[in-house]
């Protein structure tokens, strides 16, 4: 999955207006924890909607992020 670099670059977490991660098909926050999907190039950035990932889950999500 690929978003826009100037859309990337401007897309902030709803949560905690910092910024994300585009990691695998996924927009990730990693000071909160929480991963948000995106919908056919449509990030859905709706707190209710994130998934906060365990500890395993974020080291593998950091690693890819690294790559």
Do not use: S
């Not at 910092?18 to 990691?23: D, E, K, T, Y």
């Not at 098909?25 to 709706?46: A, W």
């Amino acid at each position: 999955m690929t978003l826009d670099d100037t859309l990337l670059a401007i897309l902030v977490c709803p949560a905690d207006r910092g910024p994300l991660l585009l990691i695998d098909d996924h927009l990730y926050n990693p000071r909160l924890r929480r991963k948000y999907r995106i919908d056919d190039g449509i990030p859905v950035l709706l707190i209710d909607e994130a998934v906060t990932v365990d500890d395993d889950e974020h080291r593998r999500l950091l690693a890819a992020g690294q790559d």
